[in-house]
């Protein structure tokens, strides 16, 4: 399997985990008469949830390995996309601004960051960005994970994508 289409099925399988934990929360309590206490067997939703979190981890096993070769680029592209939100949320007010809705100041700002150099630090970073996503999006839809040849009994362990335990 593709490392992009294991990303998606990863992204799918925490959805699905997300509202099997929903349901139990839910259907676990019911009105003693309800017509539908009987209609979501929550020992049955358990089981199935164990599975999914079973599946979700072995998956989660074999994409960490498969990325080992760019995860100095994706922690790279986190920091700069943090860096981007960090400026975007600066404040680059200047001048005279009315403070107060009934007893109105007027309040002088300065800058030491002005609202082009802002923009400029966020275009660069969004352009370094735009670089490594385009190199990780490749690496991702060239590079084969061994998912599909696993069976779906087998235990999630290093040893069960031919790796050492560690």
């Not at 985990?17 to 929903?22: E, G, P, R, S």
């Not at 349901?23 to 067997?41: E, F, H, T, W």
Request: no cysteine; proline share 2%.
């Amino acid at each position: 399997m593709k490392l992009q289409k294991a990303l998606k099925l990863r992204k799918k399988l925490v959805g699905e985990i997300t509202q099997l934990k929903k349901q139990i929360q839910i259907k676990n309590s019911y009105m003693v008469g309800s017509l539908n206490a009987d209609k979501y067997n929550v020992s049955k939703l358990y089981q199935e949830l164990l599975k999914k979190i079973d599946e979700l981890t072995g998956l989660k096993f074999a994409i960490n390995e498969a990325n080992r070769e760019i995860q100095s680029k994706i922690y790279v592209l986190a920091e700069y996309k943090a860096l981007i939100t960090f400026w975007n949320e600066v404040s680059v007010d200047e001048g005279s601004k009315v403070h107060g809705y009934s007893d109105t100041r007027i309040m002088e700002y300065n800058v030491q960051v002005d609202e082009e150099t802002r923009n400029n630090y966020v275009k660069e970073f969004q352009t370094k960005v735009d670089s490594l996503q385009e190199e990780i999006d490749t690496f991702n839809y060239t590079i084969d994970i061994p998912w599909d040849e696993l069976e779906s009994n087998e235990v999630n362990t290093p040893e069960r994508y031919g790796l050492e335990p560690s």
